[in-house]
């Protein structure tokens, strides 16, 4: 698979747009998605934000269900030339003396029981990049901005991936002496380590950039802690 990583030091812009006009086979294999979901149990239909064109500075996006992004992922040949994914944040957090925090997804979500960033999640529609990882560190730690400090875009990832059209990485530092309430059906365990030693991570659209994101990481280290 292709994936870009490139080092950034502001957020891309974010810029509403419609969305595209489907092929007539295009809407019906997403009416059939659509149905599915509807009728699985376990379907879940909700809201997302979905790129279409994606670079360093800018991100397109239009407002979307989960149902685009799964018929991306069943037809990429029909639908990759109207969008490139779904967009999402992650906050790769530093503990002095620790190392980088790792997380195990849940066994009963996407990319279940595998090693991840600290945290990351998908935007929703009106909202903010910063918000939506800012979310995610609230709903899988219990861990929210007064708790971090010196949080700072540094990458964004973009390519043909499953989860994530464009993905806008940040870095941060943990405040001394917090404790972490996990959210047992997102994380089932976490841990700290440097990088020279931590996990790879198992996701196809960060294992394939890993080896770019390492100085990166690195290198934000290097100069704020």
Same mark, same amino acid.
């Given at each position: 698979m292709d994936y870009f990583l490139q080092p950034i030091a502001? $957020?891309? $812009?974010?810029v509403m747009v419609n969305p595209p006009h489907l092929s007539a086979k295009a809407g019906t &294999? &997403?009416?059939r998605v659509t149905d599915e979901i509807a009728q699985s149990p376990m379907g879940f239909d909700g809201e997302i934000l979905l790129a279409g064109s994606v670079s360093r500075d800018r991100i397109e996006a239009f407002p979307a269900s989960w149902s685009w992004q799964e018929a991306r992922r069943r037809y990429p040949e029909t639908f990759s030339p109207y969008y490139s994914g779904q967009i999402g944040a992650g906050i790769m957090l530093y503990k002095k003396d620790e190392g980088w925090l790792w997380q195990k997804r849940g066994d009963d979500i996407l990319d279940p029981a595998t090693w991840y &960033? *600290?945290?990351s999640g998908g935007l929703l529609p009106r909202q903010? !990049? !910063?918000e939506a990882a800012i979310? $995610? *560190?609230l709903e899988e730690l219990q861990l929210g901005v007064p708790k971090m400090k010196r949080l700072e875009p540094i990458a964004l990832r973009y390519g043909p991936g499953f *989860? @994530?059209?464009a993905f806008i990485i940040y870095a941060a530092e943990i405040v001394d002496e917090i404790e972490f309430r996990l959210e047992p059906e997102e994380v089932s365990h976490i841990a700290f380590h440097p990088l020279e030693s931590a996990p790879l991570p198992q996701a @196809?659209? &960060?294992k394939f950039i890993w080896s770019s994101l390492k100085p990166l990481l690195e290198e934000w280290r290097s100069k704020r802690i």
């Open positions: 502001t $957020e891309p $812009e974010l &294999l &997403l009416a &960033l *600290s945290v903010a !990049i !910063i979310s $995610e *560190s *989860s @994530d059209g @196809d659209h &960060l």
